[in-house]
């Protein structure tokens, strides 16, 4: 399923570039993650058993979570290269895979809920990461304290402003500015380990247990900021498809993980020499000298941290949308060579409104950390009900095998979730609210689509019949050039095609009917992307396969698929496309505010023609009223 490793200088390559994009999230969460730990939240004194123990905890969870699970295990499941939780959905439970119907749609719904959750952790991970940053500047003086958010917007709002120029020309610093950025993270935590070398005992895995049985329901709360440690693991997997499973695993095993280790060692040990330090021990390890450097390396690090998380969403929905979950939302390129490139304007400016709002609501890094952490958990369990359902399909481990597995990351991660819970009424209600609303919007959608694919499936006549038809006891007139009919229903006629006779009475002399399919891998190859077939009456059936990673591209479709005659030629070819308009009714199938809901989605979705990449002056549109 991998494709060949990459060596040498490519490996180095994708390496940083791995070390810029991946690794943003979790390598700056020790801006934050110690400190809350101790926060008055919980109330836990800077004890030395309490710092190693919690320390032990942070150490085993990376080792276990990330490296085990993720690196180990987890990219191992790569859908033909592509990574991420509707990528893992569509490997484990394919469209024509068997089986019990409503288990699966309860697990397909799982990891669509999983998908949903990671806009919630896209919306808080540039408001967390870089508000902790900017809060540097207290340490430095106090006079910058009423500054501190101002700047923050103002960095959120430049941040979100300059995603409409691309990521391509940033991009290229961001694996140097990184590779700064953990090599700071390393050469701080050394200078706070000769502080207090009795810090490295925390490796043994027994001071966290005995930090869980001696603070029992303390020690249980503050598991909930221990996962602060691990949130961004998810990307590795979501990011798997631009670099490679060695690369990443390379970047993390050779700098990263390393640097943490050491990081959250030397704050631990200054911790140790000095408890005061608690308040914010990132900062004070380094000299004062140095502070207002370690501000601006903060700020960039957490602003590309912030940058992978909106590219991420990007992609994500640009991958609900070709699954069905979500209608057509403008997409614009910011790069001519590269397909990855995009920017989404709608996604863009909902994901800064609520960044700045999360700023402005809770005012402090720490404040907001109480609403961190929840959504990451659900995901990452999501993901591990998938992989164990991927794991049986695709390697045919045995029930036991996968299980055992499983079973030791679902008891970890539900314990990670519960103490989460804990944080509901202190702001964690935040990103589920997020996350339920995306998920009620997508299952919407989904089950919208379905109804009106079902009301018009039974009124479209047999293609066969409707040509056998028109070529034994019709004469049509024909006009010049050629006509392209859009059509979900590769059998049925399309219902284009029969408004167009009803009412024009003529067709083309060149008829074509296209039907784009999104398969459940992420890249078609070029040699599988069309189907042609000659058809009576002088028609021809055009079926396009697309993986739910790429972008359907009409002309460049039509250009170089393998059809009967001339080339076409944009310039003479009409495009002939229904579009529906819902109708809320009184009916079983969806309550009516549902209806509603779906109704207002499909009138603000991107036109077809524009998703499509077909000439606006070359499209005509047929509509029609369904009643779900």
């Known amino acids: ?78 859908n033909r290269g592509e990574g991420g939780i509707l990528a893992l959905m569509a490997l484990a439970f394919p469209k024509r895979a068997p089986g019990a119907s409503r288990r699966r749609a309860l697990l397909i719904g799982l990891g669509v809920f999983g998908a949903a959750l990671l806009y919630g952790d896209g919306i808080i991970t540039p408001a967390i990461s870089v ?22 917007v103002i960095t959120l709002v430049g941040l979100f402003a300059a995603q409409s120029r691309g990521t391509g020309k940033v991009g290229t610093v961001f694996g140097p500015v990184m590779v700064l950025w953990f090599v700071s993270l390393a050469l701080l935590g050394l200078r706070g380990i000769l502080k207090s070398p009795q810090v490295l005992w925390c490796f043994d895995p027994l001071l966290g247990l005995d930090f869980l049985v001696r603070n029992r329901w303390t020690g249980f709360a503050v598991l909930g900021a221990v996962f602060l440690a691990v949130t961004g693991a998810e990307a590795l997997y979501a990011d798997l498809g631009h670099f490679g499973a060695r690369p990443i695993r390379v970047a993390w095993f050779g700098l990263v993980l390393p640097a943490l280790f050491l990081n959250y060692l030397g704050q631990g040990a200054l911790v140790l020499h000095d408890p005061e330090s608690i308040e914010n021990p990132f900062y004070l390890l380094a000299p004062h000298w140095a502070l207002y450097l370690l501000v601006g390396l903060s700020t960039a690090a957490t602003v590309i941290a912030s940058q992978a998380l909106i590219s991420g969403a990007f992609s994500l929905t640009i991958q609900a949308i070709q699954l069905g979950y979500l209608p057509r939302m403008a997409v614009k390129h910011t790069s001519s060579t590269e397909r990855g490139q995009i920017y989404l304007p709608h996604i863009n400016w909902a994901l800064m409104l609520a960044c700045i709002a999360l700023v402005l609501g809770f005012g402090s890094s720490s404040s907001m950390a109480s609403a961190y952490g929840i959504a990451v958990t659900l995901t990452m369990l999501s993901t591990t009900v998938l992989f164990f359902f991927a794991a049986r399909r695709v390697w045919s481990w045995s029930i036991w095998h996968a299980g055992s597995v499983c079973a030791v990351f679902l008891i970890v991660e539900t314990a990670f979730f519960a103490a989460n819970l804990l944080k509901v009424l202190r702001g964690g209600w935040v990103p589920l609210v997020v996350g339920l609303v995306i998920f009620l919007l997508m299952s919407t959608w989904k089950k919208g689509r379905a109804l009106v694919w079902n009301k018009l499936r039974p009124a479209s006549m047999p293609l066969e019949m409707f040509l056998d038809d028109l070529d034994r006891h019709r004469k049509v007139p024909r006009v010049p050039g050629t006509a392209v009919f859009m059509t979900a229903n590769p059998e049925g006629t399309p219902i284009a095609l029969l408004h167009n006779l009803k009412h024009n009475k003529v067709l083309h002399e060149r008829n074509l009917i296209l039907t784009i399919v999104t398969d459940d891998v992420p890249q078609v190859e070029a040699a599988k992307r069309s189907e042609v077939q000659k058809l009576a009456a002088g028609f ?25 005659g001339e080339p076409i030629n944009l310039h003479r ?40 990449r077909i000439p606006a002056n070359r499209v005509v549109e047929l509509g029609m009223q369904v009643e779900i």
């Open 1 to 78: 399923m991998e494709s060949k490793p990459a060596t040498g200088r490519h490996l180095a390559l994708l390496t940083l570039g791995a070390l810029g994009v991946v690794y943003g999230d979790i390598g700056t969460s020790p801006l934050y993650a110690l400190r809350e730990c101790f926060r008055d939240a919980h109330s836990l004194p800077p004890s030395p058993a309490n710092v190693l123990g919690v320390l032990s905890l942070i150490f085993w969870s990376l080792l276990l979570i990330v490296s085990l699970k993720y690196l180990a295990l987890v990219l191992r499941a790569n």
């Open 131 to 152: 508000l902790s940053a900017v809060e540097g500047l207290n340490i430095a003086t106090p006079a910058f304290e009423h500054f501190v958010i101002p700047i923050t």
């Open 540 to 564: 021809q059936r055009l079926i396009a396969h697309y993986g739910f990673m790429e972008e359907p591209n009409v002309p460049e479709l039509l250009a170089a698929a393998p059809l009967g």
């Open 573 to 612: 070819t009409t495009f002939f496309l229904s579009r529906e308009s819902i109708v809320p009714t009184r009916s079983p199938t969806m309550v009516r505010w549902r209806q509603w809901l779906f109704a207002v989605m499909g009138r603000n979705a991107q036109p077809a023609s524009s998703f499509y």
